[in-house]
């Protein structure tokens, strides 16, 4: 397997990262700068952070003009790392995405030409407007994190995150998303309309300036692998990891599910429940880390019945409903501590 070599970054300023202020310091100063250009919508950033630590990937899906590439493109300015960002159309090509071998006339041999997926943060603004074709292009770098070309295999840079936008009310020339494909993305996020307040605050800030352009790195790409290898050695007992599987299991026999979620979104949903605890300065997952982030890794997977759909019932409704009837795990029964952030169990293997 070859490995794809990104050119050397400029770093950050000095001072603004390292792995000396912690887990949550360098979490936090990547928060505030997100949340510093995305105003009123400290939820969504989190779960955003939440995903980049659980080494997941992200889609982000509202009506036009509510900052969905905008908060893309902040979380890619706020770490130094390589970035890309491929503007789905119609006649983009899967070689646009991949990469394309060429003939070298001198060499006599042919050239690996990297496509735009060979960064550390992809941003794939209006995915859905792309051909099932050159989606598919993305299903091999998004879940094996490489990309094979002519028989050849190239690993992708780490960190890898593909951030993705796409509009859920225009249907002109869009194709919807393969279940495969959206399964591969590890969370759905909507963004909202803001509140008057901070629409307000937008207008005073936005107005006169544009605070993405000022926004400057906080974090290295170095930090943000220190920050996953800390997130994998979270504890997460073993009630909680059934309550994962209880709540996945709920959807596959749902009556109003024609499709339920899938054993990948049962890691998904374990792997992001335990970036929240690290985040939240624990050491261990509890249930309610796997509550909180179940709509948001579940729903976008789910595809309800026509009779459902006929009730107007969506699927993070039935997401909640699972919630309210599944049975939580009493957080005092277990040890649920194990040992600090950090500091993995000998043999302990990535979920």
Request: aromatic share 4%; hydrophobic share 40%.
């Amino acid at each position: 397997m070859t490995t794809y070599e990104e050119p050397a970054s400029h770093g950050c300023p000095p001072g603004q990262a390292g792995p000396g202020g912690g887990l949550t310091a360098t979490a936090e100063r990547i928060h505030r700068a997100v949340e510093g250009v995305i105003e009123g919508k400290p939820e969504v950033v989190r779960l955003s952070l939440t995903v980049l630590l659980a080494e997941g990937h992200l889609l982000i899906e509202d009506v036009p003009g509510v900052g969905k590439t905008m908060l893309a493109k902040a979380l890619a300015r706020s770490i130094d790392c390589s970035v890309r960002r491929i503007q789905f159309t119609p006649d983009l090509l899967p070689s646009d995405i991949t990469g394309v071998s060429v003939f070298d006339q001198q060499r006599r041999d042919f050239e690996f030409k990297p496509g735009a997926i060979f960064a550390q943060l992809v941003i794939g603004d209006e995915i859905n407007r792309a051909s099932p074709k050159t989606q598919s292009a993305l299903l091999e770098s998004m879940e094996e994190r490489q990309v094979t070309v002519d028989g050849h295999t190239y690993e992708l840079p780490a960190p890898f995150m593909v951030v993705a936008t796409q509009n859920p009310v225009e249907m002109e020339g869009t194709y919807p998303l393969p279940e495969a494909q959206r399964d591969r993305f590890m969370a759905r996020v909507s963004m909202g309309y803001p509140s008057p307040e901070a629409e307000l605050r937008m207008l005073g800030t936005h107005g006169a300036a544009a605070p993405l352009e000022d926004l400057q790195p906080v974090a290295h790409a170095h930090d943000v692998l220190k920050l996953i290898e800390a997130v994998r050695a979270v504890h997460i007992a073993e009630p909680v990891r059934r309550y994962a599987v209880d709540l996945v299991t709920a959807t596959r026999h749902h009556p109003e599910l024609r499709l339920g979620a899938s054993p990948r979104a049962t890691l998904h949903l374990v792997r992001a429940a335990k970036a929240a605890a690290a985040l939240a300065g624990r050491e261990f997952a509890l249930p309610d880390d796997v509550r909180a982030l179940a709509v948001a890794v579940l729903a976008h997977r789910l595809l309800p019945t026509a009779q459902a759909q006929l009730g107007r019932r969506t699927a993070e409704q039935i997401v909640l409903e699972i919630l309210q009837r599944t049975p939580v795990p009493d957080p005092s029964a277990p040890h649920w501590r194990q040992q600090p952030i950090g500091h993995p169990q000998p043999g302990a293997r990535r979920l």
